[in-house]
């Protein structure tokens, strides 16, 4: 079945620090979605990517969606302590009809030393 | 605030037993998302329902079983209980299926 792998597992920055997260799928995604889950919280939706190649930014963070469609990465420039949290991506795939699916990752844990 | 409600926020009960979560959506949303939590597993996709239809499903065991009412609040029932169930039970919504989701603060489940 399809899987979503996100790399790496835990990342322990100081702020002010960049940080990257990376989801790699093994089929082609027809999307792919990122979350961001604050310790003791419910994750929370941050954005969705949908075409090749595509690029979006939100104030710090950076958002691609890979050309074959089959990898993403979140990047945060100039971490502050307000990030720290986990960060999943969650990939879907559409095999037809209503034949969705939407795999998450396992997440990766960012803590930030002030 | 998500806007999505979900009870009871804390659940403790023995193995063998059977227990019911509930979980409204946002208003408007019409799909419905039951996720499982836990420290070793992440976030695992259960089982969708749109508009009181079931749409999609994941990992969900056949000791589980979930529904969408008429007024689009959902039940996920869990029985026969063991150990490993313990977990964060996530309910989200989106407005259609796979859209943007909104994310419930969840049911703590112990299962002793």
């Known amino acids: 079945g399809q899987q979503v792998m996100q790399i790496p597992q835990y990342q322990h920055v100081q702020e002010g620090e960049d940080f990257t997260t990376y989801c790699n799928s093994s089929?082609?995604?027809?999307?792919i979605q990122w979350y961001k889950q604050r310790p003791g919280g419910h994750p929370v939706f941050l954005i969705q990517?949908?075409?090749?190649?595509e690029v979006k930014k939100q104030k710090r963070l950076t958002f691609q969606f890979g050309e074959a469609k089959k990898n993403s990465s979140l990047h945060i420039t100039a971490t502050q302590t307000t990030d720290v949290g986990t960060y999943f991506c969650?990939?879907?795939?559409?095999?037809?009809?209503?034949?969705?699916?939407?795999?998450f990752g396992k997440g990766t844990l960012l803590t930030v030393n002030p | 605030d998500s806007g999505v409600t979900q009870t009871p926020k804390h659940l403790i009960t023995a193995t063998g037993q059977r227990v019911t979560l509930r979980c409204s959506p946002r208003?408007?949303?019409?799909?419905v998302y039951w996720y499982q939590q836990s420290l070793d597993q992440g976030l695992q996709f259960l089982i969708q329902?749109?508009?009181?239809?079931?749409?999609a499903k994941g990992n969900i065991l056949e000791r589980f079983s979930a529904q969408q009412f008429p007024d689009l609040h959902s039940e996920l029932n869990l029985s026969s209980l063991e150990l490993g169930d313990s977990a964060l039970y996530f309910c989200?919504?989106?407005?259609?299926?796979?859209?943007?989701?909104?994310f419930g603060p969840g049911t703590r489940l112990t299962v002793t």
């Open positions: 989200a919504s989106s407005v259609f299926p796979f859209y943007e989701q909104y």
């Open positions: 990517l949908v075409k090749s190649g």
């Open positions: 208003s408007g949303d019409l799909s």
């Open positions: 969650a990939g879907g795939t559409n095999s037809g009809g209503s034949n969705y699916k939407l795999t």
């Open positions: 089929t082609t995604l027809s999307n």
């Open positions: 329902y749109y508009n009181g239809e079931e749409r």
